[in-house]
């Protein structure tokens, strides 16, 4: 799964695509892999929430992404078949 650190929505279409997509030189930068994710939150979530690890939070980031993406790609094959009829 590849995530993108800034999505974008498009004004005009109302998609969310990464930034990368509307600039080449970010586009030469992001496309690199690593291996890190920052979730920034207030110091009130970080206090009610120390007794979770890392891997549970990037694990219920990736679960919550799944289910955006689902929802995104069966809106698109909505679309597509209104377009097709």
Same mark, same amino acid.
Request: one cysteine or more.
């Given at each position: 799964? =590849?995530?993108?650190?800034?999505?974008?929505? +498009? =004004?005009?279409?109302?998609?969310?695509?990464?930034?990368? +997509?509307?600039?080449?030189?970010?586009?030469?930068?992001?496309?690199? =892999?690593?291996?890190?994710?920052?979730?920034?939150?207030?110091?009130?979530?970080?206090?009610?929430?120390?007794?979770? /690890?890392?891997?549970?939070?990037?694990?219920?980031?990736?679960?919550?992404?799944?289910?955006?993406?689902?929802?995104?790609?069966?809106?698109?094959?909505? /679309?597509?078949?209104?377009?097709? =009829?």
């Amino acid at each position: 799964m =590849k995530l993108y650190a800034i999505p974008v929505m +498009d =004004k005009h279409g109302g998609k969310i695509r990464p930034i990368q +997509d509307y600039s080449l030189p970010l586009n030469s930068l992001s496309n690199k =892999k690593i291996n890190i994710i920052r979730i920034y939150a207030s110091k009130g979530i970080k206090e009610n929430s120390e007794n979770k /690890t890392h891997f549970e939070y990037a694990e219920e980031f990736y679960q919550s992404l799944e289910q955006k993406w689902i929802l995104h790609c069966e809106s698109v094959k909505k /679309t597509m078949e209104e377009w097709l =009829k």
